[in-house]
């Protein structure tokens, strides 16, 4: 940004507490230079200031120069090496300087002794040497200066700013603040060797700085030696930094800890070992006690009335069904076409939020308030791209050897950035292009937004999208190449330099545009140059209206078609449109159409083959079960269909991986039942029955029950299903069991009655599917009624299982085996139960031939930053007020437990609360852009908003009013200019200005009066990576315990307010978090 290059011009001084007096070097301004004034060259001593403004500048200021010149009376005359236009720019250039540092008050002050002394110290000789030229008027000016200063006064400066945190970035200012270098790679002396190179835009002269250190010996030389304070302190009038600003200013409170680490025996989880061990012995004793202990007698087995009343009841039922067939099978037939009817208002979903979360659920209601209020997270198009047959390498410069990754060699770039450029043109010729649906945040309201102003995250962002600029390639004096990895090296470290923002006017994260790095502690930043892929990131409006998105659907759609048909030999690309996940669901279950009918016309063919008991070809037709099979399968496909019926006449939504799996959940419960009752039935003694209906009838009483129990038992199981949060889980079970129970019913009606037809026909003599054409064979028919002569079937499966497997297995010494085998088995599960990792891999959940398992498996190896986490704070606070300010914001004076505190300590802690960096804050932002004279403004005219970099003369400086201590903005200022700071766009002059970062984050309205009162607003924070099921859910836990210390904190306060954490993922993985617990409850 702009603001880093305007704190060169300011932080360039200090002042001499020498008494003695000597001349100056400069006084007054002589001309300009581009953008700024150079001051004349003048050697007289300091002279009079005659300006109160000026004067009250000089004050404010440079308090203790101020003190010292005016002598202890504070009567004596104020002489100095400055005038009062000097005196003025110098304020404009520290008011800059506040856009970054102002939030520690001991830094700004600290600065300005250094800005003071160069501006306007008596003695500016004594460690100031100036360099004159003559101008074009004839009038000599200081052209350059050196100026001497000692290493330990500009290192306790330093040390007074390093932790200073910029809040719209949750970067420390220091990034901001110190050219091509980052906070960590800053130090005091690159910071005021940066500030005073005059190839910065915003210096107006070379200042030359000359170190104590450096000194040789023996030197006459004096290096102005200083006494700055410790963040932590405070000067007179003045405030220490606070916490957030200033490791001294935090008070002592206990790291995280994390979940409680499970008590563990032998690597396992220590209760269930233990009681693995209690079962196993506990069986054991019981195994060896029933095989080699005393055999008491043998019990008899009574039937009971339960199973008495069940018996005759279904003899009954069957008897009846067998007798009646025409009769069930049309009353079957009615209710399934009125069940099926309800197909047609049934609801399908392919939205993966409908599919996980229930909307009763915790973030599924933080979701649908999320998105109510501030809208829905931005649509997300990506790709992730690696380099094939690429290796590292490195380049030359001046300040030593960079080593780069694979990523950033030439002709992949190149290739990377032409891809880019022909995505952007996708939808143009038709007006249905990107800057459509794009995310445009640095735009003023009501502009429309173009294709370069769109959001776009990519290293390309870092040559504006320039491929001129790209490759632009000139050999330095030094006769080093100066190339586009000069200019990746700068911005990869420093992305908040001007130079490297993206044609959006805003900054590329590295952590977003590049990936493949070195793996480096959590929290920890990696060396970007060494990356081995980039990402590229296009971020799309969202709304909550459906009908809004088709522009976005349509877009997405070219960009997937494109992306899909392009081919390289350089790139290897895995690309992913916010669409692909329905789109993805949608192709895997018209995928399983076809399994679905093969499966069904496999098990009819067996069923027809395995019911039958065909002896010869020449009677094929006639012992066949074509006809019976193709029944069998027509109910339990009619079962399925009637579930979906009852449920769409419920409005209850499904899914289609739903409807695919219950037909053969439902295909394999229903075929068992098939070949129960048809065995059971052909191994009846049939002589024993006057009638085909009695013995189909004696065969239902037999099973009836224990289909019953079977049904009965399966239904159940998926009805305690539905009591599961999760709506996939939750319909399906609800439609499958549904789909088990009209099974059940049509089996026992429809399918007895088809029983009794086929069974009527092959006594008859007449052959399957041809029922009118009667066999060669005689008929089995009794025609007195006095019983069926029908052979008793007994298959080559029943033979081998009741002659060798069934002796086999009640053996003494295999019973005894099994049972231990199985004690064994079972314990060793029950032991490592625990260790089973709870969640999904998301590769498994989507076809393999997907687009989007390839884009999963890269966001593993080259996503470097986590998602942005929400921090929603609902209405209750009335943020006018500076005591509940000091419950939120965490500058001067707030609360050491604030909201912004808060947040900020859980950061340095990313092992375990996955937070990265500390929260952006309005609130402290808002603050600090109000106390920045020239940052509000208003027009004159028309008593409305001024954008703040406007020079229009109906523009003028905001009217304000602050608290006694000059600290905070009072109520009528602050619930007035929200609107405005929420307008303005951010620049050199007011980088804090609140429309880019903050225009979707504060919900207010206002009044008849002009007044605003702020309702819901947000604090957003990044998270570290996460890419696993464990560290989502991890984070969600953590982010959770977190929100409920602030509200604890603000019960304690009595404030009615709530604040919870929202970020896209988390709806995903709140089901496991409880997943033990819903599964014990289940069980």
């Keep these: 940004m702009k603001v880093i290059f305007a704190t060169i011009w300011l932080i360039a001084g200090a002042w001499s507490q020498s008494a003695e007096q000597l001349g100056c070097i400069w006084y007054g301004q002589s001309h300009m230079i581009g953008p700024h004034w150079v001051n004349k060259a003048d050697t007289n001593p300091a002279r009079p200031l005659n300006s109160p ?107 007074s700013c390093i932790g200073i945190q910029h809040t719209q970035t949750g970067r420390p200012a220091m990034d901001l603040g110190c050219g091509s270098y980052n906070a960590k790679t800053c130090n005091y002396r690159r910071w005021y060797e940066f500030m005073g190179d005059v190839s910065g835009d915003y210096v107006p002269f070379q200042i030359n700085y000359k170190w104590s250190e450096d000194a040789e010996e023996g030197s006459n030389e004096i290096y102005l030696d200083l006494s700055p304070l410790k963040c932590g302190e405070s000067y007179e009038d003045s405030y220490a930094c606070a916490c957030i600003d200033c490791e001294e200013s935090c008070p002592l409170t206990d790291a995280p800890t994390g979940p409680d680490e499970l008590w563990k025996i032998a690597g396992l989880y220590g209760v269930t070992f233990i009681l693995a061990i209690v079962i196993a012995c506990v069986l054991s004793i019981f195994i060896f006690w029933g095989a080699f202990g005393k055999k008491s007698a043998p019990s008899v087995c009574m039937p009971t009335l339960f199973g008495e009343f069940f018996y005759h009841g279904f003899r009954i039922w069957g008897t009846f069904c067998a007798k009646h067939p025409v009769v069930v099978l049309a009353l079957c037939s009615w209710a399934i076409a009125g069940l099926s009817f309800g197909i047609r208002y049934m609801s399908i979903t392919t939205d993966p939020v409908e599919l996980w979360a229930s909307e009763q659920s915790q973030t599924r209601i933080e979701k ?92 390309y962002g870092y040559f504006q999208h320039d491929m ?108 992913m449109a916010e669409r692909s996940i329905q789109d993805a669901i949608v192709e895997l279950s018209e995928g399983e159409v076809s399994t679905v009918v093969i499966s069904y016309v496999v098990m009819f063919v067996y069923v027809a083959i395995a019911l039958g008991h065909i002896r010869s070809c020449r009677g094929f037709l006639r012992e066949s079960r074509i006809m019976l099979a193709i029944g069998g399968i027509v109910i339990v496909l009619a079962s399925v269909v009637c579930s979906l019926g009852f449920w769409g006449y419920l409005d209850v939504t499904t899914t289609m991986l739903a409807i695919e799996v219950i037909p053969f959940l439902v295909l394999a419960v229903g075929v068992d039942n098939i070949f129960i009752m048809v065995h059971t039935y052909q191994r009846l003694d049939h002589s024993k029955f006057k009638t085909t209906h009695e013995a189909i009838g004696e065969a239902i009483g037999q099973v009836g029950p224990s289909i019953l129990q079977t049904a009965g038992s399966e239904m159940a199981c998926f009805a305690i299903g539905c009591i599961s949060d999760m709506p996939a889980v939750k319909t399906f079970a609800m439609y499958a069991a549904i789909a088990i129970l009209l099974d059940f019913l049509l089996q026992i009606t429809a399918f007895v009655a088809l029983m009794a037809i086929d069974e009527r026909r092959y006594l008859d003599g007449r052959l399957d599917m041809l029922c009118c054409v009667r066999s060669g ?307």
């Design 53 to 159: 403004s000026a004067e009250a500048i000089f004050a404010k200021r440079c308090p203790l120069l101020y003190k010292e010149y005016k002598g202890e009376s504070g009567e004596d005359e104020l002489s100095l090496c400055c005038d009062a236009d000097q005196i003025e720019t110098m304020e404009a250039g520290l008011s800059q300087a506040d856009g970054v540092f102002s939030r520690c008050p001991t830094c700004t002050r600290n600065m300005a002794l250094t800005v003071c002394a160069m501006t306007c110290a008596k003695n500016h000789t004594l460690f100031l040497t100036a360099y004159t030229d003559t101008n074009e008027a004839n009038v000599d000016y200081v052209q350059y200066i050196d100026y001497r200063l000692t290493d330990d006064t500009v290192s306790r400066i330093y040390n």
């Design 368 to 459: 649908d308030y999320f998105d109510q209020h501030f809208g829905p997270f931005y649509r997300n198009n990506q790709m992730f791209i690696k380099a094939v047959n690429q290796t590292y390498f490195t380049h030359e410069t001046s300040s030593g050897v960079l080593n780069f990754g694979p990523a950033f060699e030439y002709n992949f770039l190149k290739e990377v950035f032409e891809l880019q450029e022909s995505i952007m043109k996708l939808g143009m010729a038709d007006n249905e292009g990107l800057d459509k649906i794009c995310y445009a945040p640095v735009l003023m309201a009501g502009e429309t937004p173009t294709v370069d102003r769109c959001a776009i995250q990519s290293v």
């Design 468 to 575: 001129d600029r790209f490759e632009n390639s000139y050999v330095d004096s030094n006769n080093y190449t100066i190339n586009y990895l000069n200019q990746l090296e700068d911005c990869l470290r420093v992305p908040m330099m001007e130079d490297c923002f993206g044609t959006f006017g805003g900054p590329i994260e590295p952590g977003i545009a590049v990936g493949g790095m070195p793996k480096v502690a959590v929290g920890e930043d990696p060396d970007y140059m060494l990356a081995t892929g980039l990402v590229v990131t296009f971020l799309g409006r969202n709304y909550n209206d459906e009908s809004k998105l088709e522009p976005n659907m349509k877009w997405e759609k070219l960009f997937v078609d494109f992306l899909r048909d392009y081919k390289s030999d350089r790139l290897d690309i895995a690309y």
């Design 777 to 1083: 064979g005689k008929k089995i028919k009794d025609e007195d009624g006095d019983g069926v002569d029908r052979p008793k079937e007994v298959g080559l499966l029943e033979t081998m299982f009741k002659n060798f497997y069934s002796p086999f297995l009640l053996s003494k010494p295999v019973k005894v085996s099994v049972l231990l085998i199985f004690t064994v088995i079972t314990c060793l599960s029950l032991m490592v139960t625990p260790s089973i990792e709870k969640g999904l891999d998301q590769e498994m959940s989507m076809p393999k031939n997907s687009h989007v398992v390839k884009y999963f498996r890269y966001m593993v190896d080259l996503l470097a930053m986590g998602a942005p986490v929400y921090w929603v704070l609902k209405p209750g606070l009335n943020y006018s007020e500076p005591l509940q300010q000091n419950l939120i914001c965490g500058g001067v004076e707030c609360n050491n437990n604030s909201l912004s505190v808060q947040l900020y300590t859980q950061a340095q802690y990313p092992e375990i609360t996955s937070l990265a960096r500390p929260a952006s804050s309005w609130l402290d932002d808002y603050i600090d852009w109000l106390a920045i004279s020239d940052c509000c403004k208003y027009n004159v005219t028309t008593g409305g908003f001024c954008s703040s970099n406007s020079k229009s003369e109906d523009c003028l400086p905001c009217e304000r009013g602050f608290t006694e201590n000059g600290l905070r903005p009072d109520a009528e200022t602050f619930n007035k200019y929200i609107p405005y700071f929420l307008f303005d766009l951010p620049d050199a002059e007011c980088a804090k200005a609140g429309r880019a970062s903050y225009a979707d984050a504060v919900i207010y309205t206002i009044d008849d009066v002009g007044m605003s009162t702020v309702h819901d607003s947000y604090f957003m924070q990044y998270s570290t990576t996460s890419t696993t099921s464990e560290e989502f859910y991890s984070q969600l836990r953590e982010v959770r315990r977190i929100a409920g210390e602030i509200n604890a904190m603000f019960e304690k306060n009595d404030l009615d307010a709530e604040i919870f954490a929202y970020s896209v993922f988390y709806i995903y993985y709140e089901q496991y978090l409880t997943i033990w617990g819903d599964a014990m409850f289940s069980l």
